[in-house]
């Protein structure tokens, strides 16, 4: 009885003693980098690779990323709308896709400055928009990356 007595104090002496597991949930940098799609979302075909691309850079970057589908009309107007939910709230860099989102940037982008754009396939003029080949897959994860960490580095 003595020994049984030992044998647990000595499992739950352990079992008190034993080290926390490392946490499991990522802490995210206080930056945040956002996917305008049109209303099919990151199931478009345009959308998934971006998508995908996005994550990817995510896991490496710390940075958080999320996205916005344009819902009703895909018109200009209503994406433009929707770019500017995102650039004025905490996204510190837009991507877009879809040809109403794409031409909604490049007119939005001017009135934000302090936000990177990056438009897959189009084209534009501003400083602050990088276009990126809607063809080129490689092209499209090694600038998405670039563009993720340096919205990273400038967080830190």
């Known amino acids: 009885m003595a020994a049984l007595g030992l044998f647990l104090a000595a499992v739950a002496t352990t079992w008190m003693l034993w080290p926390d597991p490392e946490p499991r949930q990522r802490e995210y940098l206080n930056a945040t980098a956002c996917l305008l799609t049109d ?3 990151v199931s478009d075909d345009a959308a998934k690779p971006v998508w995908a691309a996005m994550q990817a850079a995510s896991v490496s970057s710390l940075v958080k990323v ?3 589908a344009v819902n009703g009309p895909q018109t200009v107007d209503n994406a433009r709308n929707h770019v500017a939910s995102l650039a004025g709230s905490k996204c510190g860099l837009v991507i877009a896709t879809g040809p109403a989102q794409i031409d909604a940037v490049v ?7 302090k936000v ?3 438009t897959i396939g189009g084209s ?7 276009v ?3 063809s080129a897959a490689d092209d499209l994860r090694t600038t ?7 919205l990273a580095d400038s967080a830190s």
């Not at 534009?124 to 990088?130: C, F, G």
């Open 66 to 68: 999320q996205y916005l």
């Open 39 to 41: 209303h099919a979302g």
């Open 116 to 118: 990177r754009f990056v």
């Open 144 to 150: 998405l990356k670039h563009e993720v960490t340096a």
């Open 107 to 113: 007119a939005a982008a001017p009135t934000y400055p």
């Open 132 to 134: 990126i080949s809607d």
């Open 124 to 130: 534009a003029t501003a400083a602050n928009i990088t």
